[in-house]
């Protein structure tokens, strides 16, 4: 095989609207993005099969039913690229599902049976001795439905949808949106794969929000970033959201009118990394001032909400002096 080690994913940017075909050279190709763990899965030349992270860990014990899923579905000498997702009862894909299977330990096993995952694939790196990366994205594709052809029934390995039809794309960003689908990525036809480059865009569906300031980073007078709460049934403020870095203008803004919280605030000195964004644990937790619970702000973020919280960092937009903290909508309703 060519591949034989772990290969460094090819990534994403942001953009923040759908290109037109013609931003491509070779023509824009349209996919859904799916909320998931990103994958890389080899079935070597004596068809054993290994799962990489987009960091180059492995995932073949937390993920047993993929192994076997890949082995069935691709031949020896194999290596292709997706995303593994967990669809809920509902219908919406479950990322906390997979943050589950992730640290599970010993329930590893039993969780495969309970919450199995499926396996989204959009590219392949490798086939029938072949390296396929320095080849168009159009010819990839045409190799990768060939191969999923041969899937057996009821697999869980799966073909992302492709189109080059951007109104049919914005559909998709659309109606797809139900289903916990995050936006779109878009590639170009005629462009190799290029590991570890960003060369594919991403359009994410942004959702705006009203929230309380609970907290900043930096200081009070001058926040850096906004740790941004929302009340429960019970009435306790719970963390949900924190903002990218604020712009010098809405920092002096906000540095006029937060207040230095009361005695009674009811968030600890320090927040788990979790609590704002990302994976619990993945780093030190968050130091801040916690500030006074009267402010409230709107902001944007994208679809990836779990628990009540935003995953990832949102967009302060403004103050709104029109709304009280009881304005707000509860922990957990729908933004």
Not at 120 to 144: N, Q
Not at 294 to 303: C, P, R, T
């Amino acid at each position: 095989m060519h591949i034989r080690s772990p290969v460094k994913p090819m990534l994403t940017v942001t953009v923040d609207r759908v290109p037109l075909p013609q931003a491509c050279p070779g023509g824009c190709r349209y996919e859904p993005k799916f909320d998931g763990f990103r994958a890389v899965a080899m079935v070597d030349d004596d068809g054993a099969v290994r799962l990489w992270s987009r960091r180059r860990v492995r995932f073949d014990d937390a993920f047993p039913e993929i192994v076997a899923a890949v082995g069935a579905a691709f031949p020896p000498g194999t290596v292709v690229d997706g995303e593994i997702v967990r669809w809920g009862l509902d219908g919406r894909l479950d990322f906390g599902a997979l943050q589950r299977r992730h640290v599970a330990g010993r329930r590893r096993a039993e969780l495969a049976r309970t919450e199995p995952c499926h396996y989204v694939v959009f590219d392949v790196l490798e086939a029938s001795g072949a390296d396929l990366r320095p080849r168009p994205l159009r010819e990839r594709r045409e190799v990768l439905e060939a191969l999923l052809g041969g899937a057996p029934p009821g697999s869980r390995v799966i073909g992302t949808p492709q189109t080059a039809d951007v109104e049919e794309a914005r559909l998709w960003f659309d109606a797809l949106a139900e289903q916990g689908i995050e936006g779109l990525v878009v590639k170009d036809a005629g462009a190799p794969y290029e590991e570890g480059r960003r060369r594919w865009w991403k359009v994410k569906r942004r959702i705006t929000a009203e929230a309380v300031v609970g907290g900043v980073t930096g200081t009070r007078q001058a926040p850096e970033s906004l740790i941004l709460g929302r009340y429960d049934a019970e009435g306790r403020l719970r963390v949900v959201a924190r903002t990218t870095p604020l712009a010098p203008a809405a920092r002096t803004v906000l540095g006029g009118v937060l207040r230095h919280a009361e005695p009674d605030h009811p968030w600890p000195p320090e927040l788990p990394s979790g609590f704002a964004g990302g994976p619990y644990g993945a780093h030190p937790p968050i130091r801040y001032v916690r500030t006074e619970p009267e402010v409230v702000v709107e902001f944007s973020g994208d679809a990836a909400v779990e628990g009540g919280r935003w995953r990832h960092a949102v967009r302060y937009h403004r103050i709104r002096t029109d709304l009280t903290p009881a304005d707000v909508p509860e922990f957990g309703a729908p933004a």
